[in-house]
C-alpha cells in the first residue's frame, strides 16, 4: 500500500475540514455584525422619531396658541380654525419630507372647550371691571386651571406683605394663596405662598431683581424683563389642595399689570366682573386642551403618536 498516498489523502479531507470551518465561522461573524448594526440603526430611527414628534407637537401647541389668541369668536369657531391650521401644518411639513417619500398627517381626535380671563392693558390694576372691587372672583368651581401667567410691575407693588396683592385658589376645605410685594431694599419683586393660615412670608418664598416680573404658575419661575429667570417654587400649588376651586384675587388694587389664565368649561364666570373685548379685564372662549394624533408615513413604515396638547402649562388639576 502507498503510504503517502493515504497521508495526501488525509491532508486533503482535513483543509476541507478546516475551510469548511472558517466559511462557518465568518458566516456567524458576519451575522452578529449585520444584527449589531441593525440593532443600532434601529435604535437611532427610534430616537430620531421620538425627537420629530417632541418637535411637531410643540408646533401643534403653538396653532393651539394662535388659535385661542386670534380666533376665538365661539367655540365652534375656534375647533374649526384649530383644524384648518392643523391641516395646513401638515401639508407643510410633508412637503419637506416629499423627497424622502415620507408624509406627515394630523388628526384633532377631540378638543375641550374652556374659557381664557385675560387683561392686555398693562397700565391696569388687578380690580375688577364691573364693581372695580379689589377683592374678586375670577372663575369658580374650576376642575382644571392652565397657562396662568401675570407680569407686573415692581413700582405699583405694595412694600410690605401685609398689604401685598394675592391670588388665592380657594376650595371647599383648603386654600393656598401666592403674596407678590416690592421688596424696596434690594429692588426686588417677592413672591411667597402657603396653605391659609401657615402662610409665612420667609417660608415659601422666591425674589428676582426686575422693574418688570412675569410669573409663570405652570413652569414655576419668574422671568424678568431681561430675560433673566429665576426657578421659583413658591410658585406650585400646594398637594393638599384638592377638589374644585375659586380662583380669587385679593388686594387687587395693590399691582399693575397684565394676565392670563385658563379655566375648563365647567367652571362658573361672574360675566358683570368683566368688560367687553378689547377693554381689560375680559373672558373669551377657547380650547383649553386637545388630543391629537400625528403620523409619519413612510415606504410601508407607519409612525403614529396621541398626545394631549395644553393652552399653557398644566397649573391645577382637582
Not at 360675566?271 to 388630543?291: C, G, L, N, Q
Request: contains cysteine; glycine residues 8%; negative net charge.
Amino acid at each position: 500500500m502507498d503510504r503517502r498516498g493515504d497521508r495526501g489523502q488525509i491532508i486533503i479531507v482535513v483543509a476541507l475540514v478546516l475551510a469548511t470551518v472558517l466559511v462557518a465561522l465568518a458566516l456567524i461573524l458576519n451575522s452578529a455584525i449585520y444584527t449589531e448594526n441593525l440593532s443600532t440603526r434601529e435604535t437611532t430611527d427610534s430616537g430620531d422619531v421620538a425627537a420629530e414628534f417632541d418637535t411637531r407637537f410643540a408646533e401643534v401647541a403653538d396653532a393651539l396658541t394662535y388659535v385661542n389668541t386670534h380666533h376665538d369668536d365661539s367655540a365652534g369657531t375656534i375647533d374649526e380654525n384649530f383644524t384648518a391650521i392643523a391641516d395646513r401644518w401638515a401639508s407643510d411639513v410633508s412637503g419637506q419630507y416629499a423627497m424622502g417619500g415620507a408624509a406627515v398627517s394630523v388628526t384633532v381626535d377631540e378638543t375641550a372647550a374652556g374659557t381664557v380671563i385675560r387683561q392686555d392693558d398693562a397700565s391696569r390694576n388687578f380690580t375688577a371691571d364691573g364693581s372695580s372691587d379689589p377683592e374678586w372672583t375670577l372663575a369658580d368651581g374650576v376642575d382644571e386651571l392652565s397657562g396662568f401667567e401675570m407680569t407686573v410691575t415692581r413700582d405699583e407693588l405694595a412694600e410690605n406683605h401685609d398689604d401685598a396683592f394675592n391670588v388665592t385658589l380657594n376650595g371647599s376645605s383648603k386654600a393656598w394663596s401666592v403674596y407678590v410685594f416690592n421688596g424696596t431694599t434690594d429692588d426686588e419683586i417677592v413672591v411667597f405662598s402657603g396653605l391659609e393660615q401657615n402662610v409665612d412670608p420667609d417660608a415659601n418664598r422666591c425674589e428676582i431683581e426686575a422693574t418688570d416680573a412675569t410669573l409663570d404658575f405652570a413652569d414655576q419661575a419668574l422671568v424678568g424683563a431681561d430675560g433673566t429667570i429665576v426657578d421659583c417654587p413658591a410658585l406650585a400649588v400646594d398637594d393638599k389642595l384638592n377638589g374644585s376651586v375659586a380662583v380669587e384675587y385679593g388686594n387687587g388694587d395693590a399691582a399693575v399689570g397684565t394676565y392670563e389664565l385658563f379655566v375648563d368649561g365647567d367652571a362658573t364666570i361672574t360675566d358683570e366682573e368683566f368688560a367687553d373685548r378689547p377693554d381689560s379685564p375680559y373672558t373669551t372662549d377657547a380650547i383649553v386642551d386637545a388630543d391629537v394624533t400625528v403620523t409619519f408615513h413612510r415606504s410601508d413604515v407607519r409612525h403614529a403618536q396621541s398626545r394631549t396638547v395644553r393652552a399653557g402649562g398644566l397649573v391645577y388639576r382637582a
